[in-house]
């Protein structure tokens, strides 16, 4: 069954940086576009980040551009999420989230994810 | 970026009534919607993708339909189970996926 685990969350001062992960199984990670969404507290959903099934390509939500850099190791079924120069408005539960359909621009809805992992962002 | 509106933001009704949940696209975004349902404490469920298909094992009193800008995912008879928070979803023109803010539905 497929298992997306988060880790990595925590509680940090503004400016600084925080590194998340996301441990997957259960399906062949090397094949799938892998994507974080964010909720903050009581909050909806924000899409944050997508990763190509081989790394190369990516895209950022605009809030996080420049700051969050989202890569994988297909080697260590793992993605993770360096988020630099964080902000108190950052503070979410962080899911990492597997794609519907293998590849970008196909079915990109997410039907597996993990429980999340909580950033809080405070001084 | 595509704006999507979920109305209402409360429904409140009772088991075994009809459930008609609203997602409006500040364009169009052809068929290319899902939506989610998201219990406390849990991460989100696909329910449907592409406007009205359903995912596997999902039960038959869950429906989607719409194209464009105006989408509707009705529970015919509500269940306890489904009490729930509802989230719509676009892929149309991204980056950014977008997501609505949210439809709850609670027991009345």
């Known amino acids: 069954q497929v298992q997306l685990v988060e880790s990595g969350g925590g509680v940090v001062q503004p400016g600084r940086s925080l590194r998340l992960s996301c441990a997957a199984s259960?399906?062949?990670?090397?094949?799938?576009?892998m994507h974080w969404v964010r909720q903050a507290p009581g909050k909806g959903l924000e899409w944050v980040a997508a990763?190509?099934?081989?790394?190369?390509?990516?895209y950022y939500a605009d809030f996080v551009r420049g700051r969050f850099t989202f890569s994988r190791d297909n080697s260590k079924n793992t993605l993770y999420l360096q988020m630099n120069s964080l902000r108190p408005e950052d503070t979410a539960k962080y899911y990492c989230a597997k794609q519907l359909g293998l590849h970008f621009d196909w079915l990109n809805y997410f039907d597996f994810w993990g429980l999340g992992t909580l950033v809080t962002v405070s001084s | 970026e595509i704006v999507l509106t979920q109305s209402p933001a409360t429904l409140s009704l009772s088991p075994g009534e009809r459930a008609t949940l609203s997602c409006r696209a500040s364009?169009?975004?052809?068929?290319?919607l899902a939506w989610y349902q998201q219990k406390p404490g849990q991460a989100p469920r696909l329910l449907i993708y592409d406007a009205s298909k359903r995912t596997p094992g999902l039960a038959a009193r869950f429906s989607g339909r719409g194209s464009g800008t105006d989408f509707t995912l009705t529970i015919s008879s509500l269940e306890p189970e489904d009490f729930a928070v509802y989230f719509c979803?676009?892929?149309?023109?991204?980056?950014?996926?977008?997501f609505g803010g949210g439809t709850r539905v609670e027991i009345k």
């Open positions: 259960g399906f062949t990670f090397s094949n799938y576009a």
């Open positions: 979803q676009q892929r149309s023109s991204w980056p950014p996926l977008t």
């Open positions: 990763i190509s099934y081989n790394g190369s390509e990516k």
């Open positions: 364009q169009s975004v052809s068929s290319y």
